[in-house]
């Protein structure tokens, strides 16, 4: 009886003890959402697997590399209006009108950005969106958030998101099926660049989840903050090869920025 008892106790001790590290662990304070982000992360894999991918190796396979670099360069190039817009929010100053230069350059004798003639003038391409914008105003990221189709972000960036949207100048571009169609190929060229990566990723990650997830939110935070959070902010070079003005901005680097990659 008294060995019963004693067991018992030693039971209830270590079923006391397990309870209470449990209640002290408690969700990933950067991840409340894990439940929800798993199973949007899950559902954007499987869409990306059975229908992006596939789309995205046959346009890496059949076109001509200058074809997808004159795609790549003609959006990229789209995306540098907007990328000034930001960098002169962020009051950077320099960089804004650097940016500014670029676009009209590339938009011009780069004969509308099919040639990335800026780069080799000295002017550096920056990725920057209004997330960022935000976060240099002092608002923080907020928990990691999986968006549908767009993949990882935070709340802080999905609140910026419409500003981001209504920022993409070939949003407004007529008629509505050449703009369409144009979006379609944007999201496939930006898949096909990624193919390396996500498949360097799938041998590499035991949980994909948490390893997108993390680096997500480092890649975020040093884009915003390059040199910590009190730290003069400079110019720098981001993962994916291009300079994140002085600020620092979807994945290897982009992979981290989309499950299923979207067009920035």
């Given amino acids: 009886m008294i060995r019963t008892t004693k067991a018992f106790r030693q039971a209830a001790l270590a079923l006391g003890v397990t309870v209470m590290l ?108 209004f997330g960022q914008t935000l976060g240099v105003w002092g608002v923080q990221s907020g928990p990691y958030l999986v968006l549908p189709l767009l993949g990882p972000s935070t709340v802080r960036d999905t609140v910026a998101l419409p500003a981001d949207i209504a920022g993409d100048i070939w949003r407004y571009k007529d008629p509505v099926n ?35 997830r993390d680096g997500y939110m480092q890649r975020r935070e040093s884009q915003v903050h390059p040199d910590g959070d009190d730290a003069p902010r400079k110019s720098k070079k981001d993962d994916t090869g291009e300079t994140s003005a002085p600020v620092s901005s979807e994945p290897a680097a982009k992979e981290l920025n989309s499950g299923t990659p979207a067009a920035n």
């Fill in 178 to 212: 050449v703009r369409n169609i144009g979006t379609v190929v944007r999201v496939v060229d930006t898949r096909a660049s990624l193919l390396d990566a996500s498949s360097l990723l799938e041998d590499a990650a035991l949980d994909r989840y948490e390893f997108l």
């Fill in 22 to 129: 449990a209640g002290c662990a408690g969700p990933n304070p950067r991840d409340p959402y894990e439940s929800y982000n798993r199973a949007m992360f899950n559902f954007n894999d499987t869409v990306d697997t059975y229908a992006l991918k596939p789309v995205a190796t046959g346009y890496k396979n059949v076109t001509p590399q200058f074809v997808q670099t004159g795609v790549s360069n003609f959006f990229g190039n789209l995306g540098d209006a907007w990328t000034a817009i930001n960098q002169l929010l962020q009051g950077n100053g320099e960089a804004g009108m650097s940016d500014v230069s670029r676009f009209a350059l590339n938009s011009t004798l780069g004969v509308l950005g099919l040639f990335d003639i800026a780069s080799e003038a000295g002017l550096p391409k920056h990725k920057e969106d």
